[in-house]
């Protein structure tokens, strides 16, 4: 780059320097940098747009452009070049705007008589704010020097934005981090919570975004280059025992560490007039832009860079770690995402979690249904937009959260805080009386539980049994394979605090979405119906087994409740049986004491299961229908999946004939059955269940009162007459009429 041009992009940074330092309202301010840079740039137009919303970009500011058409100009994301460029968060170069695709004359700017068109998307690390113009009347294309420029320019503005340059009196120009945001996202746990914002991975706010002395900068940058080098020859030292495949991720994220080219690219933005930090940043927004749009494989990478260049700020502004930062009164966790492992570190001292990505199945979704505090996931954009201590609110029932609200919305939920609180006081009241309807029905009432902190809820909830224990999360939060000892002694407490209720051991139900980073990882088109579940257990029989002598020992002569995972034909479940049966001969012979009594049984969650010969449900001790896989198989609808899963409801009269149908071909066989699952645990799918012939349901701890308060309150004989009035009218769903019969009753 020559000398003199590089000398007038440094020059040009330190005037918007100026200007970010003046007093000026952001509309002077923005007024003053298009005219800068118009004038460095020779151009005879700049303009700014900022998103006034999510899809709506505005002109916010021009020189060149009738300034009457300022904050009157809108375009939608990816229409017009402008709306192209933030859309793709590409630069548009083009010596020919008006024949170029996807032009859109706008006459109320004036813009017809500007041939050449040069738009700069305004970004932050993946989060686009807007999109910086120049246009000249010559039919050029701009060179790349100065292209590069202006993606410096664009960077210093994209700072400025998030430092609240730009707050003014345009509809536009709105102060970030300080207004109200509302966020609509998906229930991952059922609550609703207050508190203040905690940031897993808190971001590093840049302030010094443009350099006085580029030689200190550089050598800045270099050091702490170096540091970083260091940190990660240190963790590939320390993981000299992890299997192949953590180390060669771990290779990779040291071949980011020490990338020629990252390191190149940053020294130039520094001679451009960056700070170092500046520099960090504006080479990790542009290097997502690639990443974003390349295979797989190098989306995947997108993770290590933003390690990486987190890391690197940190040592640059000193701003700590997560472990630094103070916890708030009242912590709801706000994330990109986080393991079982990270999340049972925070402890239960969490009010609330809030996800930008993560899934109804996740581990984070098991644990905060262990904790009881609500979880909204897929909340997009809040940890760009949350700061730590912001007030936050939680409303995991309509899976809305409430970022920095008015005062209007914290009395309206303060008041559905209150309701909430008043009905958990009546279902206390309830909590040693049985759940018998109005017609003398019982049903019984478990819980599921996955983590030692759960049991607890047993008696708390009022809850009968466990029906499900997750064996699962003791595997997941861990960097290497659990002993067996280790497992039969927590085993061993689970069943002591139990207090002799009845507690069902799910046997190791891994694949899918959860996954054990110390085992091989399965690349399969469709996860959730390939290799998981009693297939890895019936190919991996070591760990079978390992887990089932666990539970003999951890019995030690007292009764003992196992169930298998995933069955989907009589010879799986024969072939568990099996391990079980050997594991049971070892521990007699070495002297062990055997558990009391047995019942082993199987969880229905594919449809072919139901129809498996008479012989399996003779020999089964017991079934239990898991609703959330069986829901998603019966529909072919990926629960997963926002767009499909929400079209299928629990309560269609095909699926409940489905259960019908099974519920009589146990009774009619002796084989006990129940359901577990998030419907069981929903009031009106639990009263339709029971109605069907269900005796037995299984679902969290803070659901048991709401339950039992309904069913306490209802005739079950009455319920299924609804139930049988509507399939026979030829609804789709009875919900509609079980509803309609539960506003009159109660």
Known sequence: MPEGFETESRKLLMRLRDVMASGEAGQARLDEIVRLIASSMRADVCSIYLFRDAETLELCATEGLKQEAVHQTRMRLGEGLVGR????????????????RGFRYMPETGEE??????????????????????????????????????????????????????????????????????????VGQEGATGGNVYLHEPRVVV?????????????????????????????????????????????????????????RRMEADIGQGLSAEAAVEKEQSLARTRLEQADSYLRDRLHDLDDLSNRLLRILTGQGSTTGAEMPENPVLVARNIGPGELLEYGKT???????????????AIVARAWAIPLVIRANGITAEALNG??????????????????????????KIAMLADAQARYASIIDLPAQAQCGTVIGLQM???????????????????GLFRTELQFLIRSQMPKRAELSALYARVIDAAKGKRVAFRTLDIGSDKVLTYMKPNDEPNPAMGWRAIRVGLEKPGVLRMQLQALIR???????????????????????????????????????????????????????????????????????????????????????????????DTLNV??????????????????????????????????????????????????????????????LVEVKAVIDQARERGDQSVRGAVSAYLREQV
């Not at 899976?399 to 919305?409: A, K, S």
């Not at 996955?450 to 049991?455: H, P, Q």
Request: proline share 5%; net charge negative; hydrophobic share 45%.
């Open 85 to 100: 460029v933030a859309k793709k968060r590409r630069v548009i170069n083009t010596a020919d705007a008006p024949s170029a």
């Open 448 to 466: 599921n539980a996955g983590l030692m902190a759960d049991l607890p809820s047993l008696e708390s909830s009022g809850a009968e049994g466990v």
């Open 390 to 415: 912001d007030p936050i609110l939680v409303d995991g029932e309509q899976g809305i959260v409430h970022l920095r609200p008015d005062d209007t919305v914290k009395a309206a939920f303060r008041d």
């Open 350 to 364: 969490l009010k609330g979690i809030v996800l930008e990505e993560g899934s109804v199945g996740s581990h984070a």
């Open 207 to 263: 302030t010094n975004v443009v350099a006085d002395d580029p030689e200190a900068e550089l050598a800045r940058l270099r050091e702490a280059v170096d540091t970083l080098r260091l940190s990660v020859d240190e963790m590939l030292t320390q993981t000299a025992t992890v299997n192949k495949d953590q180390k060669q991720v771990l290779e990779a994220y040291r071949m980011f560490a020490n990338s020629r080219g990252w390191m």
């Open 554 to 648: 951890a019995a030690n002569g007292r009764p003992l409740t196992v169930m298998f995972p995933f069955v989907a034909q009589l010879d799986e479940f024969r072939a568990a049986r099996a391990e079980f049966d050997k594991a049971m001969e070892r521990e007699r012979i070495l002297g062990h004491p055997l558990p009391q009594s047995v019942e082993i049984g199987a969880m229905l969650e594919t449809p072919s299961l139901a129809y498996a010969p008479d012989v399996f449900f003779q020999e089964v001790d017991f079934v239990s229908i898991g609703g959330n896989d069986l829901k998603q198989f019966f529909f072919a609808a990926d629960r997963e999946n926002e767009r499909v899963r929400r079209r299928y």
């Open 654 to 715: 095909s699926f409940l004939t489905f259960l019908e149908q099974l519920i009589a071909r146990c009774q009619a066989l002796n084989t006990p059955v129940s359901f577990c699952g998030e419907d069981a645990g929903r009031p009106i799918e639990a009263v339709v269940f029971a109605a069907l012939g269900l005796r037995n349901l299984s679902m969290r701890p803070a659901s048991i009162g709401p339950v039992k308060h309904l069913l306490r309150r209802l005739n």
């Open 113 to 186: 008589k500007f041939s050449s068109f040069c738009g700069i998307p305004v970004q932050r690390v993946g989060e686009t704010m807007g999109v910086l113009v120049v246009q000249s009347r010559a039919s050029i294309e701009f060179t790349a020097d100065e292209v590069y420029a202006l993606e410096v320019v664009a960077m210093v503005l994209a700072e400025m934005n998030e430092l609240g340059a730009f707050t003014g009196e345009g509809a536009a120009l709105r102060a970030r981090h300080q207004e109200p945001v509302m966020f609509r996202a998906t």
